[in-house]
């Protein structure tokens, strides 16, 4: 059983920075993509990062190209989400997220994410 395990969040002024981070256990993921997700109040859950079981290849929603960076460290069985210049529209909990590739897809399409952190929540005011 794999359980994922959310830390970083917190509450920060609008253009600060947090780094959220996911710790697996139960399994090694190294096999798995990861992501983060998040959901604002009273919106529906988004995809915010995903990034591949080597590292490679990265896949950043529109709304945070450019702020925020994913990555991984399969020795230590975590995920990072770098989040820079953050805004009120940031704010919202934020879920780590993996699974197994679906072979028969491409990337980024071949992610299924079937594992769930319990979230972590971000807010951003002045």
């Known amino acids: 059983q794999v359980q994922l395990v959310e830390s970083g969040g917190g509450s920060v002024q609008p253009g600060g920075s947090l780094r959220l981070s996911c710790a697996a256990s139960?399994?090694?993921?190294?096999?798995?993509?990861m992501g983060w997700f998040r959901q604002a109040p009273g919106k529906e859950r988004e995809g915010v990062a995903r990034i591949s079981p080597g590292g490679s290849l990265t896949l950043y929603a529109d709304s945070v190209k450019g702020r925020f960076t994913i990555s991984r460290d399969n020795f230590k069985n975590t995920v990072f989400l770098q989040m820079n210049s953050l805004t009120p529209e940031d704010t919202a909990i934020y879920y780590c997220a993996a699974g197994p590739r679906d072979w028969g897809r491409r990337w980024p399409d071949q992610c299924t994410f079937t594992y769930w952190g319990q979230g972590t929540q971000v807010a951003v005011s002045s």
């Open positions: 139960g399994n090694s993921l190294n096999t798995n993509c």
